[in-house]
């Protein structure tokens, strides 16, 4: 499984960008993908998932009704939109896959993509 993360950039407060995990290798319909993010000295956290059979979707309390996870099964993508952006959403975003489900537990996902730069300045 490869996994291809794009679109990060640095935006001002308020701003919105969209995230792009681009999978590859096999057929994900018993996945689940995820996005975190990891800030400079903190710990990796979680973001958002999406089950790909169904796109059931759960998000991290701190991004809720600002970022939108959403597949496209044609092109075998994940994306993550980030409306309202806050400086404190600065990081570095990753994609992960799951097999059989997703987690918000970085620990249990099976393959990462690199990760991509998100700064939000104020």
């Known amino acids: 499984v490869q996994l291809q993360a794009s679109g990060g950039g640095l935006v001002q407060a308020g701003g919105s960008l969209r995230l792009s995990c681009a999978a590859s290798?096999?057929?994900?319909?018993?996945?689940?993908l995820g996005w975190f993010r990891q800030a400079p000295g903190k710990e990796r956290e979680f973001v958002a998932r999406?089950?790909?059979?169904?796109?059931?979707?759960y998000y991290a309390d701190s991004v809720k009704g600002r970022f939108t996870i959403s597949r496209d099964n044609a092109k075998n993508t994940v994306y993550l939109q980030m409306n309202s952006l806050k400086p404190e959403d600065t990081a570095v975003y990753s994609c992960?896959?799951?097999?059989?489900?997703?987690?918000?537990?970085?620990?249990?996902?099976?393959?990462w993509g690199q990760g991509t730069q998100v700064t939000v300045s104020s």
């Open positions: 999406i089950r790909w059979s169904d796109s059931w979707t």
């Open positions: 290798g096999r057929t994900f319909s018993s996945y689940g």
């Open positions: 992960a896959a799951r097999a059989h489900g997703g987690s918000s537990n970085p620990a249990a996902y099976d393959y």
